[in-house]
C-alpha cells in the first residue's frame, strides 16, 4: 500500500483527502493507494518525516509547515526555492524532494477566468501564500516597478515576501492594509487572508473594478467576493486554486501523466457542498 497525507495545523477540515482520494479512484488505484490527514505543528514535522517508511510516497504540507518542510528537504525546484516555502515533498529513492504546487494552483485559477496576463496587482496579507502569490504574479507579466503592492496588516511581518520577491527578481512594495483605498488601481487583488478577514473592504473591492482573486474556499462566497461579482467584477475563488495545486502533487506523487481534475473537482464541490447544507465550515 502507497501511503501520502496532509499534515498541518490546524487539520481537521482540509479538503485534500478528498481531492486525492478522488484522483486514486479515476486512476484505478483503488486499494494500491491511501491518503490520510495528520495534526502536525512545526515542531513535530522532523519527528513525522523521521517515521515515514518506503511505503511513503509523499506529503502536502499545509500551514504552519511550509517553510520548516523546505528546511528539511534534501532538494527542492525553483518554485519552492523562490518563495521560500513548499507545500509537498515527494520520497523516493531515500531523499526528500520538496515542490510548490501553490504557484501552480493560482496561475491555472486564474486562466479557469480568463486571466493570462496581468499588468499590476495588490495582494491582501503578508503570510506564506502571499509569497506564492508574487511569484504567480511575476509569472503572469507584473514585473514593472511598483506593479505589485503588498498590503500587510503589520508591513512589519512582510519580511517574507519581500525576500521572496528579491529572490523572484522582482520588486514589491509594501502598505499597511488599513490604507487599502489608496492601491486598488489595479488589474488584480489577490487577497489571502483568513476567512472574514477581507470582509470589511467588500464595498472598496467592489468599487475598484479591478478583478478579485480569493484564496478562501469556505464559507463561499466571502463578502469581498459577494460584492465584487454583485458590481460585475471578475470573481476567482480559492477552491480552483486548491484544486490545480492538488492536480499537481498528484502528477508529482504517483507519476501520473495527468491528474483527473475533472473527477477531483467533482468530489472537492460535493463535500463542499456536503460541508455547507450540515452547517459545516
Known sequence: MRRAAVLGSPIAHSLSP?????????????????????????????????????????????????RAALELADEADAAAQEVGGANTLVFAGGRRRAYNTDVHGITAALAERGVHRVASAAVLGGGATAASAVAALRD?????????????????????????????????????????????????????LPSGAADPYAAELAGSGAALFDVVYAPWPTAAAAAVEAAGGTVVGGFAMLLHQAARQVELMTGAERAPVAAMREAGLAELARRAASGGA
Open 18 to 66: 478528498v481531492l486525492h482520494t478522488a484522483a486514486y479512484t479515476a486512476l484505478g488505484l483503488d486499494g494500491e493507494w491511501t491518503y490520510s490527514r495528520h495534526e502536525c505543528a512545526e515542531p513535530g514535522l522532523a519527528a513525522f518525516l523521521a517515521e515515514c517508511d518506503a511505503s511513503w510516497a509523499g506529503l502536502s504540507l499545509t500551514m504552519p509547515l511550509k
Open 140 to 192: 503572469l507579466g507584473a514585473t514593472a516597478e511598483g506593479a505589485v503592492t503588498v498590503l500587510a496588516r503589520d508591513p512589519a511581518r512582510a519580511g517574507g515576501v519581500v525576500a521572496a520577491a528579491e529572490r523572484l527578481k522582482t520588486r514589491v512594495s509594501v502598505a499597511p492594509l488599513a490604507d487599502i483605498g489608496r492601491h486598488l488601481g489595479v488589474d488584480l487583488v489577490v487577497s489571502t
